[in-house]
């Protein structure tokens, strides 16, 4: 093991480079697939005729695919068809496609997880369908699917490790790359790969236990 | 004011109302009793068209509740609906419980609304649980909450739907005793509940349901005293001898 070696000061700055990569991959994708995912889980809620049974179909599909495939699949097989993207874009969209259908799943038992008799006093004093959803429904949901959603989201920054296969140039890339010069680089670096990924994952689980204790 | 012709209500191949035939008028205050399962509750929520009707007839001040052509949101601001679980919404204040409805559907102002609620929250003799949460109050008091919130869209009829069969008998009392503040003022009510205490002393009408159907029809004093179905009388026996 080469301690000093493996986390000389160029190391330790292109790690960094990779993890901001990380971040920047999961931040947009989890803005973008939870914006998407409270549409398709509310739709699906909502019970509109045919849009829901699609979005149901859409859901059910990718939920059961693994994510490796749908990354794979967005980046060498969309170009067959005329659609080609950026490594970078090429990722962001498979996670977004990936979580936004996990996502939705969440929203949608959120909203589902509301008493009946919510909807029924709101709807008796002649609140229209659509603001008992945003005003009674939806604001009790969403503090329910705090603690689902949080921990989607850890396993969408997690999950960004597997562009690796489309060489996205995130942490565990530009890790591999350090590695692969020196075997006795191995042990360091994934150590502190491993360590930058639990801060940040370990810091949105606090966060989450503090919005969860502060609605309880 | 509100009216059942020949109303029918099947879910599936069950018939839970069977030929309804009723007038309410407006003032009176009409107490649904009858074993559970009767279509009470169903009847009651045909009302406001939280149930819809198969067939037949219910108008309301002449409007028909189940025509496309109906506004609903519309027809539901004049009938005010206290549920047996309360249904305050449990993320918003007391005040906000009674002010939202006002605020969104008759467009009043915050303050306008406000000022209203107050008004009902003394009236049910809660005005110091304004900015509490409804898990902070009493069975009694939600209760209590939900009947000002329905009061707050000034409404020309009141629902109750079994309102003190969830509440500890303590409690029921309090309840009681705004809902006959209430009939004494002249409101409109329609209430189901076995509270047979509150329907000899406040009703104008007793009907007796069972098995969906209307079987008796009649003033308290006369139906208590001397109930013409069998049915009826062993419902009353079995309640009132324990």
């Known amino acids: 093991m080469d301690f000093a070696g493996a986390l000389s000061g160029d190391h330790l700055k292109f790690l960094f480079n990779g993890f901001m990569v990380t971040l920047y991959i999961a931040f947009i994708s989890i803005v973008l697939s939870f914006i998407i995912g409270i549409i398709i889980g509310t739709l699906r809620y909502a019970k509109i005729p045919v849009i829901s049974k699609v979005l149901a179909l859409i859901v059910e599909t990718i939920r059961n695919l693994p994510l490796l495939l749908i990354i794979f699949f967005t980046y060498f097989a969309l170009p067959e068809i005329g659609i080609k993207m950026s490594i970078t874009a090429a990722a962001i969209t498979a996670l977004t496609v990936f979580e936004s259908a996990m996502l939705s799943e969440i929203v949608r038992s959120g909203l589902n997880s509301i008493d009946k008799g919510q909807i029924e006093a709101a709807r008796s004093s002649g609140l229209t369908y659509i603001q008992t959803l945003s005003k009674i429904v939806m604001p009790q949901a969403l503090r329910r699917m705090v603690p689902p959603i949080v921990s989607q989201f850890i396993s969408l920054l997690k999950d960004t490790s597997l562009a690796v296969i489309i060489a996205l140039p995130e942490l565990m890339h530009n890790a591999q790359i350090i590695y692969a010069q020196n075997i006795n680089y191995v042990i360091p670096i994934f150590i502190l790969v491993s360590v930058m990924y639990f801060i940040v994952n370990y810091g949105l689980s606090l966060i989450a236990r503090r919005l969860e204790s502060r609605q309880a | ?242």
């Not at chain 2, 198969?54 to 409007?63: A, R, Y």
């Not at chain 2, 107050?118 to 049910?124: A, G, I, S």
């Not at chain 2, 005005?127 to 707050?152: E, F, H, T, W």
């Not at chain 2, 098995?211 to 026996?237: T, V, W």
Request: proline letters at 4%.
């Open chain 2, 1 to 242: 004011m509100i009216q059942f012709a020949a109303v029918n209500k099947y879910y599936g191949d069950f018939h839970v109302l069977k030929d309804i035939n009723l007038k309410i008028e407006k003032g009176e205050v009409v107490v649904v009793i009858g074993p559970s399962g009767s279509g009470k509750s169903t009847m009651l929520r045909c009302i406001n068209r939280l149930e819809s009707i198969t067939d037949g007839k219910l108008t309301i001040n002449n409007t028909e509740v189940n025509d496309k052509k109906t506004d609903i949101n519309q027809l539901r601001r004049n009938i005010g609906m206290v549920f047996q679980h309360f249904n305050l919404y449990p993320h918003k204040t007391v005040l906000e419980n009674i002010t939202i409805a006002p605020i969104m559907v008759l467009k009043q102002t915050k303050e306008e609304a406000e000022k209203t609620a107050m008004y009902f929250l003394e009236k049910v003799g809660i005005p110091d649980k304004a900015n509490s949460y409804p898990s902070q109050l009493s069975g009694g008091q939600q209760q209590r909450v939900a009947i000002a919130r329905g009061l707050a869209m000034k409404p020309d009829i009141m629902l109750f739907d079994e309102p003190t069969s969830a509440l500890d008998p303590e409690m029921i009392g309090e309840v009681l005793d705004v809902m006959k503040a209430l009939a004494k003022e002249g409101m409109t009510m329609v209430v189901v509940t076995h509270e047979m205490g509150f329907a000899k002393e406040v009703a104008d009408r007793i009907i007796f349901m069972d098995h969906g159907q209307i079987l008796e029809q009649a003033k308290p004093a006369e139906f208590y005293a001397n109930p013409k179905e069998e049915r009826a009388r062993l419902f009353l026996s079995r309640i009132l001898n324990h």
